[in-house]
């Protein structure tokens, strides 16, 4: 059963004071009535932050480390909120500048009906303790050019407390974009903009002497920030996110079990996310079957923290060296169905397809034999941040690989799928010529071949935002030529 209140903590070269924050936090958690969970995300930190935190996770079950390779606090707090379970999520900074007992002003505001309730160390009734004068009139000239930028009625947008309801949560940390400080401001923007109820409470914050902040330097650059959040909104990059009540009629439980197969090749920088994120879709019975090409970045281990973690839920497959997408997938699918799985989904690692359609790709199975996660289908949609370049390199790919394969399909290239067990095993797959991104459009036109009813289901794609992609304009020409002597040798 989920808990009731994640705690999340970004921390990054915390080695010295983290101990004594995990302490007072749990301390007073403890003493609460309902469920509750620690979640510590170390954004790469060059001291012992993590072993520190990971030796003291180990004495106490309610708390957890995730770690991450160094990118921004923003970031780091988005990865805790979208890997954490709980109903409320509460981020705090690892100085407990403010005293955790105060949570407690939070949560009651959440029980009033608030999506997101901000702290505040500006509203009345706020007290600031040891902070020299300069500090704070440069934070608040930093807040009244994010009043006149981004947020126009709140008092205090950089405070590191804030908690949200979980369906705010999810909504508004998967679109976020800025990875740095002004993500507490992007966050909020967000949440105006989707009409969400947010309110500020005053607290207490004691002032650190050794904090991080550099004034000016870190002004600076969330003023940048802020200049991108505007232009992100100019330009149409925030998508509308996802309704925060849910229908009145549920779907029906998805019954069967599923294996998300899902090749990678130096995706430490997002594996964690989709693991997480596909875990907690409501589908009781799911594993995740991961095949990795031997990445340098380290990305078998974040996949053997994860299953150490999901006891039985994730499975690592190690290859020696890089052998190509395709023997990834056969290789993921034939233990799929070696392992008993009803259904089988395949999916990209870097987070352009929603983990969240999952669900309605199975369901499409009740009526189909394969289900594809179509951009180009009635509904189906590239997000706004995909450059021109790898859309014209997407179209122009796709519609010749249809033209050489025969493929009906609109999307033949997508590598976001849904089988019936039944169906995968019609397939030969080791009579499967492609090895590389051509693999796609094959195991499409295999399906067309095997008269196999296929469906497609509209999604929206969006570019990944970590890491780099392994298109070029090299191997969509390559899978086009296999394409078309396969299709002439048939």
């Known amino acids: 059963m989920p808990p009731y209140l994640s705690v999340i903590i970004p921390a990054f070269n915390e080695e010295a004071r983290i101990v004594h924050t995990l302490e ?17 995300v170390d954004d790469g930190s060059s001291d012992g932050t993590l072993g520190v935190v990971t030796e003291w996770a180990a004495c106490c079950e309610n708390v957890r480390i995730e770690a991450m390779p160094h990118v921004g606090k923003g970031w780091a707090v988005r990865h805790g909120m979208l890997s954490s379970t709980g109903e409320r999520r509460f981020m705090c900074d690892a100085d407990l500048s403010m005293p955790i007992g105060q949570v407690d002003a939070f949560l009651q505001k959440m029980s009033e009906g608030y999506d997101v309730v901000v702290g505040s160390r500006e509203v009345s009734g706020a007290r600031r303790f040891g902070e020299p004068a300069l500090r704070h009139l440069m934070g608040r000239a930093f807040n009244y050019l994010v009043r006149s930028l981004v947020l126009r009625k709140f008092q205090d947008t950089q405070c590191g407390a804030k908690c949200f309801r979980s369906e705010a949560a999810e ?13 507490d401001a992007e966050i909020l923007f967000l949440a105006r903009k989707e009409h969400m109820r947010l309110v500020e409470v005053p607290i207490d914050w004691y002032h650190d002497p050794d904090s991080r902040v550099r004034p000016l330097i870190d002004s600076f650059l969330m003023l940048r920030d802020m200049i991108l959040v505007r232009w992100n909104h100019i330009a149409g990059r925030y998508r509308t996110t996802r309704p925060l009540r849910r ?33 907690s879709l409501d589908i009781p019975e799911s594993r995740i079957i991961i095949v990795d090409d031997n990445s340098p970045d380290g990305t078998a281990e974040v996949i053997r923290r994860l299953a150490d973690r999901h006891h039985g839920r994730i499975e690592l497959v190690s290859r020696p060296r890089k052998m190509g997408l395709g023997t990834a997938y056969e290789e993921g699918f034939s233990r799929a169905l070696a392992g008993g799985a009803d259904y089988v989904v395949q999916t990209d690692a870097d987070l352009s397809h929603e983990p969240e359609e999952i669900p309605e790709l199975i369901r499409t199975l009740e009526r189909v034999d394969v289900a594809v996660g179509s951009r180009y289908a009635p509904g189906g949609r590239v997000g706004d941040g995909w450059p021109l370049r790898r859309r014209l390199l997407s179209s ?45 459009a094959e195991v499409a036109y295999a399906c067309q071949r095997l008269g196999l009813r296929v469906a497609e289901h509209p999604i929206e794609f969006n570019d990944r935002t970590r890491g780099q992609s392994k298109m070029s304009l090299g191997i969509v020409i390559e899978a086009l030529v296999r394409l078309a002597l396969l299709r002439f040798r048939r």
């Open 247 to 279: 229908a009145e009629t549920e779907p029906e439980p998805i019954e069967g079990v599923v294996a998300v197969v899902v090749p990678t090749f130096n995706e430490a920088e997002n594996v964690s996310e989709l693991v997480e994120r596909v875990l």
């Open 24 to 40: 007072e936090v749990v301390a007073h958690l403890s003493k609460q009535a309902y469920g509750w969970e620690v979640v510590v």
């Open 171 to 183: 909504s508004l940390f998967r679109h976020q974009r800025i990875r740095g400080f002004g993500f």
């Open 396 to 440: 122009v790919g796709n519609r010749g690989m249809r033209l050489a394969a025969g493929i009906e399909v609109r999307d033949a290239t997508t590598g976001f799928k849904a089988f019936r067990a039944e169906a995968l095993r019609a397939i030969d797959l080791t009579r499967l010529r492609c090895r590389g991104f051509g693999f796609q």
